[in-house]
Nanobody, 123 residues
Framework: QVQLVESGGGLVQPGGSLTLSCVVP????????MGWYRQVPGRQREMVAT???????SYADSLKYRFTISSDYGASTVYLQMDNLLPEDAAVYYC?????????????????WGQGTQVGVSS
């Protein structure tokens, strides 16, 4: 059973910072594209950032200058550094692993999600 274990969520004041962490099984971490997504009730889940060894990190346009995604191979962990948080950033943040390689056997799972970690931004 593959688990992506997220942590680091919490309540922060506007303008504050949080760092989210996602611990990933080694076999997944080394070959999958890692990413962070977020969702608020009544809204569609949206991509925040993704990272892969094959391409530069990618960000949602509105978040590119405030959020930073990074990974630590030794710790098999992906991070999301969130700076200058706004109330609009409040959401449940999900860690994601997606396989973007060539065709694989039918039993091969191409997408995994964490359980989510909640981020609140308020005074």
């Amino acid at each position: 059973q593959v688990q992506l274990v997220e942590s680091g969520g919490g309540l922060v004041q506007p303008g504050g910072s949080l760092t989210l962490s996602c611990v990933v099984p080694r076999t997944i971490f080394t070959i999958y594209t890692m990413g962070w997504y977020r969702q608020v009730p009544g809204r569609q889940r949206e991509m925040v950032a993704t990272i892969t060894s094959r391409r530069p990190a990618s960000y949602a346009d509105s978040l590119k200058y405030r959020f930073t995604i990074s990974s630590d191979y030794g710790a098999s962990t992906v991070y999301l550094q969130m700076d200058n948080l706004l109330p609009e950033d409040a959401a449940v943040y999900y860690c994601n692993a997606e396989f973007e390689g060539p065709s694989v056997p039918s039993w091969y799972e191409r997408n995994y999600w964490g359980q989510g970690t909640q981020v609140g931004v308020s005074s």
